[in-house]
């Protein structure tokens, strides 16, 4: 009897025995996976990693959860089992790929492919491309001048700079044929976010970069989605909700030709291994205001966008170019027709797209360029003009050393078609990073150069000065016209009184500045002025003399 009340009692040990080794299994597979859902899920919302094969920021979380895994796994199991093992073998696996992709993307052994990523037009025509400089299409404004310019004209607006700032991004576009720079206004901090969320951000700065005047541009309806939200707004966190697997390159502020504002958000994908020959392949446009959105294939991007490849992947790409012409080996020893992109770069408009443009030098840094790209920020065609001359830095030096007293330093110019001739464009500006002075001067002398208080002027200057030099270039005629005003009006631009005027029977606009006579606060419509000028085909007109009759 007793040995049989025995075996029921170790039989009923043996079962929950058992079922308690199951129970632990069973958790030893539950616990662990929640936990590591709950911190991937935490993880994605917090780092906003893409879900792609090439990220290695996303392999790296995923080999963390992995590992967090079979740590509780083995924990709560008491011992390192087969699943673990298996897991471990992933993760060296993981490790593997990223260290022998890595190697494999290098240039050394894909240098051509590197080399091909950017093709440029050998024979561009620069001065089918650049026609003569004309006043409405010069920027005279750099990034820095445009911040100064919009934090002024922000101080202005009582209503908005005590709760909110302006994004100091200053994005170059072409806007209605003009160059401007746009920005977007953000929430001073976490108390101005929560008291404003539910309008939104009510405007966005626009600089003109031609003649320096700055608007805070007012929306009827404020932008809901930007970088400075938080959460769902949040302007990254609303593009990886939707697009989980794009990896995204920096975020573009833009404007379409109705003013609308949107984001530009480029895709990429590595073309060469797993990790090397990033390139763009799409971008996805977000309605800022109302958060809508559209991934478009690069072919497909509408016209109006003018930033899709980001300025420094296109100075990679070109130093790449330059670097592996005739392969990887001549790039570290002989260098033979090795190029390398200038210090700096800048931005050109042609044909209404936007241009990155900077000089190609040799790698010897001789203070002297063999040529100059242009890529278009769009659909990255590439352009180069084989003129040699002095690059841009020897250039800049130049112009300051025009005006050394004043101690104004130049911007990094830009490339023009001065009457015929090659020649940089800088701006000249004063401590205060406000532009008070141009500059011409020639891409193969840059002992030649002008300056001058107003375009028209230095241009004016400069043209005497290539003469003088023996330099030929095209002549153009100053017109001089006498007539009576029909209407005048004044705006005051930077400190500085400019005028603008129409004579009768003529339907241009002419453009003033007060340096060109005492006489132009005087002037009514009724009086009779002479004017001297340089034609062109534009409306408006900059004049170069003055004289009330």
């Not at 445009?146 to 994004?167: C, H, P």
């Not at 991004?169 to 901090?189: A, C, F, H």
């Not at 932008?223 to 959460?231: G, I, L, P, T, V």
């Amino acid at each position: 009897m007793n040995n049989f009340i025995q075996s029921i009692i170790d039989e009923i040990k043996r079962h929950f025995s058992s079922s308690k080794i199951q129970t632990t299994k069973k958790w030893s597979y539950l616990i662990p996976l929640i936990v590591v859902c709950l911190l991937g899920i935490i993880g994605e919302y917090v780092l906003l990693l893409p879900i792609h094969y090439q990220s290695q920021t996303f392999i790296f979380h995923l080999i963390f959860l992995i590992v967090i895994f079979v740590i509780l796994h083995a924990i709560l199991l008491g011992t390192f089992d087969k699943t673990s093992k298996y897991l471990m073998f992933v993760v060296v696996a993981l490790f593997v790929y990223i260290g022998v992709g890595s190697v494999y993307s290098l240039p050394i052994f894909h240098a051509k492919t590197y080399q091909n990523q950017l093709q440029l037009n050998k024979k561009a025509d620069f001065y089918k491309d650049n026609e003569t400089i004309s006043y409405q299409s010069i920027p005279v404004v750099d990034r820095e001048s445009a911040i100064k310019l919009g934090d002024r004209k922000m101080g202005q607006m009582i209503d908005y700079v005590s709760q909110f700032e302006v994004d100091e991004s200053y994005e170059q576009i072409n806007y209605q044929d003009t160059p401007y720079r746009v920005t977007p206004l953000e929430y001073s901090d976490l108390i101005k976010w929560i008291t404003n969320r539910k309008e939104g951000l009510p405007a966005y700065v626009k600089v003109n970069m031609v003649s320096q005047e700055s608007e805070v541009v007012e929306l009827k309806e404020g932008m809901k989605y930007s970088k400075s939200e938080h959460f769902g707004r949040n302007i990254n966190r609303h593009l990886r909700m939707n697009y989980p697997t794009k990896m995204f390159e920096e975020l573009a502020f833009e404007i379409n030709d109705e003013g609308i504002p949107y984001w530009i958000a480029p895709v990429f994908e590595y073309k060469i291994g797993p990790f090397g020959g990033k390139d763009i392949v799409g971008a996805v446009l977000v309605n800022a205001v109302d958060g809508k959105h559209k991934y478009y294939d690069i072919k497909d991007v509408p016209n109006w966008v003018d930033r899709v490849y980001p300025a420094d992947l296109v100075i990679q790409q070109l130093e790449n170019y330059g670097k592996y012409t005739h392969g990887y080996i001549n790039s570290v020893f002989s260098q033979k027709g090795v190029l390398q992109p200038t210090d700096g770069y800048n931005y050109i408009v042609i044909d209404d797209d936007v241009y990155l443009y900077t000089g190609l030098t040799s790698v010897s840094k001789d203070a002297s360029n063999v040529g100059f790209a242009l890529i278009n920020l769009r659909t990255k065609e590439g352009k180069y003009y084989h003129i040699s001359g002095a690059e841009e830095y020897s250039a800049m030096s130049s112009a300051e050393g025009k005006v050394q007293n004043l101690k104004y330093k130049a911007t990094f110019p830009i490339l023009v078609n001065a009457g015929g001739e090659p020649t940089y464009f800088l701006s000249l500006k004063d401590s205060s990073n406000l532009v008070k002075m141009y500059a011409f001067v020639s891409v193969k002398n840059y002992q030649i150069v002008a300056t001058g208080s107003s375009v028209s002027e230095a241009e004016k200057a400069y043209y005497e000065v290539l003469s003088q030099n023996g330099k030929s270039h095209e002549e153009f005629e100053e017109n001089t016209l006498t007539g009576k005003i029909s209407s005048i009006n004044s705006a005051v631009k930077e400190g500085n009184s400019v005028y603008y005027f129409k004579l009768e029977g003529d339907d241009h606009i002419y453009i003033a500045d007060l340096s060109l006579s005492n006489s132009l606060p005087l002037v009514q419509a009724g009086n009779e002025v002479e004017i001297h000028f340089i034609s062109n085909e534009h409306q408006s007109v900059v004049i170069s003399q003055f004289k009330a009759k």
